[in-house]
């Protein structure tokens, strides 16, 4: 547990952290004295059925920070939505910069409909981000030449298809 504690998230796994926090409750039997004991009751959810999301969050929260308290901070009775993703924390006008991006590279390649950016090589994605992203740092307000469309837009594009691509692929990582 010590050991768990001084590391920092970055390579733990899931079920590591899930490990981690059940250390937690063995220790306390999962009673009132358990660190746990008041996040379950809450979202009534046992340890065992808490979502992955919820659960490296608990870890962050109990494991990296022990000091921080855990609070949910709405009624979990009618809807048990605690450590679920929480979309609308997404800026929204990069959805609609990606969207104008996509429109127009749909236009431009027809051939094997909406998905076929998914045919291309990951390299390609990375190279392509990289040089839109050197064309926003010579120029912030600067657009793509071909397309009309600014520079950030298409890099974050790009990275949209990276992250959709390297998702669970370690060997592009």
């Keep these: 547990m010590e050991k768990v504690q001084k590391e920092n998230d970055?390579?733990?796994?899931?079920?590591?952290?899930?490990?981690?926090?059940?250390?937690?409750?063995?220790?306390n039997k999962h009673d009132e004295s358990?660190?746990?004991?008041?996040?379950?009751?809450?979202?009534?959810?046992?340890f065992s059925m808490l979502s992955?999301?919820?659960?490296?969050?608990l870890y962050e929260d109990y494991i990296l920070n022990p000091k921080c308290e855990v609070k949910v901070t709405r009624d979990q009775k009618a809807k048990a939505d605690y450590g679920?993703?929480?979309?609308?924390?997404?800026?929204?006008r990069i959805i609609h910069d990606i969207c104008a991006i996509r429109m127009y590279g749909n236009k431009k390649y027809p051939e094997g409909g909406p998905d076929n950016w998914k045919q291309?090589?990951?390299?390609r994605y990375r190279n392509a981000a990289f040089r839109h992203f050197l064309a926003y740092l010579d120029d912030?307000?600067?657009?793509?030449?071909?397309?009309?469309?600014?520079?950030?837009w298409h890099l974050a594009c790009n990275i949209a298809f990276l992250c959709e691509?390297?998702?669970?692929?370690?060997?592009?990582?």
Aim: proline share 7%.
């Design 10 to 27: 970055g390579g733990l796994t899931r079920l590591e952290k899930q490990n981690a926090l059940s250390d937690l409750c063995s220790e």
């Design 34 to 46: 358990c660190p746990l004991y008041g996040y379950c009751k809450e979202v009534e959810a046992p």
């Design 52 to 57: 992955g999301v919820a659960i490296d969050r």
């Design 84 to 92: 679920k993703e929480e979309l609308t924390l997404v800026p929204r």
């Design 120 to 123: 291309v090589e990951i390299e």
């Design 140 to 152: 912030p307000q600067g657009k793509d030449k071909e397309s009309g469309f600014p520079h950030l």
């Design 165 to 173: 691509m390297e998702d669970g692929n370690e060997q592009t990582r």
